[in-house]
C-alpha cells in the first residue's frame, strides 16, 4: 500500500550491486517459508520460497538462505535493479498449513 | 493467470456506517485470507477461511465479521465502521495443502 514504507528498516544499494535483506523469525517449529515483495499501491507477489529441510533455495536473480540454527532467513538479489525497489517481507508457516505470518518489512531502495 | 480481485480500490466510509468489502478469486482455492496493512505493523490476519460457510478468527477480528457463501468469495464486514480501522485491507487465496498465498491489490479504507 502507499504507506507500507513509513516506519520501516530501509536498505539502500546502488544499482547492479547485490541486494541482502534479513529477516528472523520466531517459531522454531516453522516448516515453510516465503519470501514476498510489494510495490508501492500493489498487493504482495510472491518472489521465493524454501521449505525447513533446505538451507538455500535459487531463483532467477535471487537466492534464499534458511539458518534454523539462529532462526534467520535472508533474501539475496542479485545485480539489484530499479525494478527492484519495493517493500519486502519474509513469512512462516508453523502447525495449520495454510496460516502464515509475516514479518514487518524491510523497503529496498536502488539508487542510480 | 491467476487472480485475486478486490471491489475497491479506495473507500471512504463515515464512523458507525456498514462497510463490505469484497473480494473473488478465480483459481478454485479452498483458503481465503483477509489482512490489514499499517505502517510499521506488516500484515495482521483479521479472519480466514478453510471452506464455503466456514471461517476462522485471525489475530485481529475485532470489530469485524467475514462471509464466504461460495467458494470464490469471501467478504469482510465492518458492522460498524470506526476511524481506527482506517487502513489498508488485503485478500488472499492459497490452495488447500496450504503454501503460496495470491493477494489481491488491496483496498485503501479511511473512516473519517
Known amino acids: 500500500g502507499e504507506n507500507v514504507g513509513l516506519h520501516l528498516p530501509t536498505l539502500s544499494v546502488q544499482e547492479g550491486d547485490n541486494s541482502i535483506i534479513n529477516c528472523a523469525y520466531s517459531?522454531?517449529?516453522?516448516?515453510?517459508f516465503i519470501w514476498y515483495k510489494q510495490e508501492s499501491g500493489k498487493g504482495p507477489q510472491f518472489i521465493i520460497d524454501?521449505?525447513?529441510?533446505?538451507d538455500k533455495r535459487q531463483g532467477q536473480r535471487v537466492t534464499v538462505l534458511l539458518n534454523k540454527t539462529v532462526k534467520h532467513l535472508s533474501l539475496q538479489i542479485a545485480a539489484t535493479q530499479p525494478g527492484d525497489s519495493a517493500v519486502y517481507f519474509c513469512a512462516e508457516r508453523t502447525g495449520t498449513a495454510s496460516k502464515l505470518t509475516f514479518g514487518t518489512g524491510t523497503r529496498l531502495q536502488v539508487t542510480l | 493467470d491467476v487472480k485475486v480481485t478486490q471491489s475497491s480500490r479506495y473507500l471512504v466510509k463515515r464512523t458507525g456506517e456498514k462497510v463490505f468489502l469484497e473480494c473473488v478469486q478465480d483459481?478454485?482455492?479452498?483458503?481465503m485470507f483477509w489482512y490489514r496493512q499499517d505502517p510499521g505493523l506488516g500484515l495482521r490476519l483479521i479472519y480466514f477461511?478453510?471452506?464455503?460457510?466456514?471461517?476462522e478468527k485471525g489475530d485481529i477480528p475485532e470489530g469485524y465479521s467475514v462471509s464466504r457463501e461460495k467458494k470464490e468469495r469471501f467478504s469482510l464486514i465492518l458492522e460498524s465502521a470506526s476511524t481506527n480501522q482506517t487502513s489498508m485491507y488485503l485478500c488472499?487465496?492459497?490452495?488447500?495443502?496450504?503454501?503460496?498465498?495470491?493477494f489481491g491489490p488491496g483496498t485503501r479504507l479511511t473512516v473519517l
Open positions: 517459531n522454531s517449529a516453522s516448516d515453510y
Open positions: 477461511s478453510y471452506d464455503v460457510k466456514m471461517k
Open positions: 524454501i521449505r525447513s529441510n533446505m
Open positions: 483459481m478454485d482455492h479452498e483458503n
Open positions: 488472499a487465496s492459497s490452495p488447500g495443502q496450504g503454501g503460496e498465498q495470491f
